[in-house]
């Protein structure tokens, strides 16, 4: 159930989608597509990557990371909807090196070329109704303009950057 990105990167990386249900960086599924909340959305984005770097420097001075509890109404809340998660800050995180200009998905059915664009772009969807995609997964390629919404690019397992 995780997904290496590999290839063309400073840093190989290893994606495990069953623990992002409690990241605070995932959409629900049915918030991605629409126009107006995607404004709102990357404007969060924003907000939530200063917050956690604040955090970060703050509690390396003053204590280590306390884990925030989840109410049972948010845990709830989880096993009900279905999220995606941008895969852009895990890019970053991997350092694409320059000159890179394509990507591979690597499926239980072969591969999907596609742009280096279109990746940074994408969602990966990694749960449904708050379960993790264990038949066709571990996760769902889905464009972020919610042209293959429908017919998403199913069990991705690798990610090559080419």
């Known amino acids: 159930m995780i997904v290496p990105i590999t290839g063309n990167v400073t840093y190989t990386i290893t994606l495990d989608p069953t623990v992002w249900i409690f990241d605070d960086r995932k959409i629900l599924l049915d918030e991605a597509f629409s126009d107006k ?4 959305h990357e404007e969060d984005e924003l907000e939530k990557a200063s917050q956690r770097f604040n955090q970060e420097v703050y509690q390396q001075k003053i204590n280590p990371p306390v884990n925030k509890s989840i109410s ?15 895969i852009n800050e895990f890019l970053n995180h991997a350092e694409v090196n320059e000159g890179t200009t394509g990507a591979t ?4 059915q072969g591969e999907e070329h596609i742009s280096l664009q279109a990746l940074k772009d994408c ?40």
Request: zero cysteines.
């Open 72 to 86: 049972r109404m948010e845990g709830q809340k989880f096993l009900e909807n279905s999220y995606v998660m941008p």
């Open 105 to 108: 998905l690597v499926t239980a």
């Open 123 to 162: 969602y990966l969807l990694f749960a449904i109704d708050g379960k993790p995609l264990k038949e066709d997964g571990p996760v769902h390629f889905l464009y972020r303009d919610g042209s293959n919404r429908e017919n998403p690019i199913k069990g991705v397992q690798k990610i090559v950057i080419e």
């Open 37 to 40: 909340d995607k404004e709102h």
